[in-house]
């Protein structure tokens, strides 16, 4: 089947100006902005807290929603086209200190705020708001349970040495839920609800939220009516279910009042505004009087409703608000089609009106107060764009939205939102090479490809139907999910390269001092590289079953002491209003991503050690297994030789079949082990995500040297697929090739491979029709997910000298591009090692 | 069947349509003084220093049974009237930088590497190149690469400076689908003074390979203060639009100065150190003057 959509006249496409001098002049205001720590909406959600006392849990918290966007301070910058601003400031850094108050705290005394964009300066904040934001702390301090409820629970089945395992000890389990002293707060867990983000949902916005109130008002008549007739899941879940759906009416209700606030604003400000101004923010009133409430009528109103979906989806978050747009062409194409074909509308003006949404999407920051360096995606808020795909059909999905979209992030350049391309085989030529061009342009990684069928394929798999499982989208940090049909959860994680360097020292971790795994033998004694394979196979069995229970744990304990959410039980309303239960809790459609994904990082610099050892050890008999381990306990010191042996052994990358054979029983013999036990909702083997994104600096941190050559303390890989720095020296083929090798990226998400480019690879139209052909024969080989990041070495050694004279560089990391600037300098430099092809 | 190269590059981009994989053999008749492959003159695999890798740990002095190998001041120098290439300073040396350049390999493990990139060559539209050094010093070697590619449908391209003999052009031409073809200069002795030889051969092998029907795009790599001058473009655009109809087109190869370190590298020194670079002007009247005589030209960027 071909494309669904009419042709896109490409001309017109690239002669939109989607800066116009109004948008211009709004992002050099975000440009030149402070970032100001915000505390209305703390506050607010703690006086609520207050007034709520008695009340079911479920209530409070849709209560404490509803108090924050009927009183929070709304405004209307001038030149807005589109009404929905996080804060008062137009850098507003929100926080709830009820989700985490000591950490709030130790930010108040130290009077050092973390800012995104830069390490030299802090987040500004006023005096009153700082003292404020002292009390707010100090107040949920006194309130807190005083025992976190999964560490307790952790240690009552699995006992106190579970610990040692976790994030800032052992570092074998990584990820979500597993920190051991953090602060947690309220809900003693990742966020409210144990992890996992709301979705701007496009089923609302077709139905508009009246229709959605009008069912919950239904069904709780029919629950009064008729008691649990339908014979729900039991008493219990019956019965909350009462009080779920009040807090569904509040939420939505709440959302309807706060758009009506900006309508009213917008026609206050127009009495007084020029004849132009005061058509615009006419506009604006009177699409915010008409949504959510009610359905959209033209693309103004749809592009108005996104922005306040996007936001109120944000603002009931408590923690990380990772809120992901989806599906943009799609939700926006029905509108403009019709407004285009009817004259309302123009590509100009419907350019300029993305632009308008994309500045408003990158207000959207908060207060991070995991230091910088610990944070899995530094510098980044992950709101991701999905565009284009396949559906049930065969059609093919690219509009000219998707080709806008592409042409607003390219002109705009801000680090966010990122955008995801579902590649396919169908789709237009002309689109892909226009993807290419915007990517130069942008030059930090924007778009990533990924591979429409094989995203399709995996939830068919597992039994999805066909029209549900080709309708996903891109979340998170390497995620993706299926459309308003799952709870997007975070991943629990296992460090394979954590595990293989306590195989290597028979179960016994040098961080810790304590012999963490199983005795599997000291490798002094192995006669076969098979002999360490084993051992260490052995060991992931072992240290998975231990994630297995660990898994069970986390994720009830979160169930048993978190409150339910009516808003996101709203955006799931087809499903979670007949359940009574949110996505979280089993009101998704499809339970696939509500347990998380079971993670696993470190696989190439595992081939590529075991390569190493191999070859200098078993084959060429260079060194024995004890003077080569030896030398990695010793960091190298003293062992410079083996070192650089070690360096130039055969790296993953290069389509070496001697480390790549190695690369392909690991991913076809961990996987095995990992997805015997099966997810504890679904009961089918669980979805691993593979991705190493950027937590593989916190990952490298506990890890000593090991024989690929890498120092103590380095970070891992980058990326599940991507080689060792500077490792791949044959050139693109050669490292898609060992990308692409096996047939197991369907078993992975977050399966990434970042790929560096210089500008001068990419300079003509004929090399772009090289690289597009290079994207197509790494999807026909099966790869998932490829991004480019293109500039030169030069500019980013630079950028790390001169951090003030490239504000603007912008790199791809793992799932989303961010500031150079902004990372940690581990990243940095990690990111100038990766090998940039080039032209020789 | 076996011969000399000195790398297989993949995704080569500049040396014919789509992504490819070239070949470059070793030796080459001509010493043009701007070329950027030095190492590549010579038709015997080299032992090379690459001086950025090296950190001077002296076990390559050592271990070189010729003393040919010394540690200066400025790095490692071998001595290469005293070199015997036994090849021991490449097998003790940790960190690379001692290294062959050039190895004698078969055909088979060539097209081993050229087969592993087949699926880019089909979804591009590229194929293989074989570039040098020069193709037509090792004829058999080349021709039987390319009658192989031929065998798994792919697109070849024979990459020439046009000395050599006429079997040989007949042999490599047979089987190649395109030739890019250099052309240095037009006047006899300019070219003997920039390359070491005359012009005589490689003229009337290309007006052979034109009449053997393949198709053909003329490379001219244009230098600054030796064949760049308007005259000069002038009279070669004259003598190809002379050619007719097989001549695809006319391709300016603008001078860079990348291949200056690889002169150290193998011991010599970079004949043209210090001369400029084209300026856009120059170049956007090069390709003017060869398109006033209807053909069409290009600037490889």
Known sequence: MANKFPAVNREEIKSVQVLTPRLQKLKQQWEDAAPQVYVDDTLLFTESWKETEGLPVDIRWAKAFEKRLDECPILLRDGELLAGSLTKFIRGNGTLCAMKPHEILKMVESGKFDRKTSDTASTNITPEDLEALRQDALYWIDHMPKVSTVNASVAFEMGEEAFDLLFDRGMIFEGRGVRYSMDRGLFQNYSAYGGGVAQVSDKCIKVGLNHVIELCKKERERMMAEGDNENSHGAAQFLRKFWLLKACIISCEAFIRYAKRYADLAREQARTANPQRAKELLRIAEACERCPAEPPRDFFEAVQCVRLYHLICWKESSDRPEVPVGRLDQILYPYYAADKAAGKVTAQEAAELLGALWLKIRECENLVTIPREQRAAPGSLLPNITLCGVDAEGNELTNEISWLILEAMAQIKLSEPAIYIRWSEQMPEEFVTHALECNVEFGGGNPAFLNDKLGTQRYAERDVPLEDACDWCASGCLGYHLNSMEHLGGGHNLSQLKIFEVTLHDGFDPRTGKQLGLHTGDPRNFKTLDELMEAYFKQVDYFTEKLHMFKMISLSTEVADGPMSGLRCAMQFDTSIKAGLTPKEGGAKYPEGRTSWLGSRGMVDLADSLAAIKKLVFDKKVCSMDELLNACDNNWEGREDLHQLCLNAPKYGNDDDYVDEIYDELSTRVPEIMTRRVDPITGKKPILFIGAAAGHVGIGRAIGALPNGRVKGQPTCDAACSAMPGMDVNGPTALVNSATRGDYAHEFCGYALNMKFSKSVLNTPEKLANLSALIKTFMLRNGWHVQFNIHSRAELIDAQAHPEKHKNLLVRVGGYSAYFIDLPRELQSEIVRRSMHDEI | ?301
């Open chain 2, 1 to 301: 069947m076996q011969g000399t190269i000195f790398n297989i590059q993949r995704y080569s981009i500049q040396d014919g349509p789509g992504m490819r994989t070239t070949v470059f053999v070793k030796g080459c008749p001509l010493k043009c003084l701007w070329c950027s492959n030095p190492e590549s003159q010579d038709p015997e695999p080299v032992i090379s220093n690459r001086y950025t890798a090296c950190k001077k740990c002296g076990k390559c002095v050592q271990v070189c049974p010729q003393s040919a190998v010394e540690l200066t001041e400025e790095g490692v120098n071998i001595r290469r009237s005293l070199c015997d290439k036994c090849g021991k300073c490449v097998d003790t040396c940790f960190y690379d930088a001692m290294h062959w350049t050039g190895e004698v390999v078969s055909v088979d493990k060539v097209m081993k590497t050229i087969l592993r990139d087949k699926m880019y060559y089909e979804t591009s539209g590229g194929g293989v190149t074989c570039s040098g050094g020069e193709i037509l010093s090792q004829p058999d070697f080349v021709a039987e690469i390319f009658r192989r590619c031929r065998e798994e449908g792919i697109h070849t391209n024979a990459d020439t400076c046009g000395f050599g003999t006429e079997e040989a052009v007949r042999k490599v031409m047979a089987e190649a689908d395109l030739c890019y073809y250099d052309l240095k200069h037009m006047d006899p002795e300019k070219h003997r003074e920039y390359t070491g030889l005359d012009n005589g051969l490689i003229l009337r092998n290309l007006e052979l390979t034109l009449s053997l029907g393949v198709k053909v795009v003329i490379r001219v790599p244009l230098i600054p203060e030796h064949n760049a001058d308007e005259e000069h473009i002038r009279a070669l655009a004259a003598y190809v639009k002379g050619l007719g109809e097989g001549v695809d087109s006319v391709c300016f190869l603008p001078y860079h100065s990348y291949g200056e370190n690889k002169y150290r590298m193998i011991g010599r020194t970079y004949p043209l150190e210090g001369l400029r670079k084209l300026t856009e002007e120059e170049l956007r009247r090069a390709v003017e003057i060869v398109e006033g005589f209807g053909l069409r030209a290009t600037v490889s960027k």
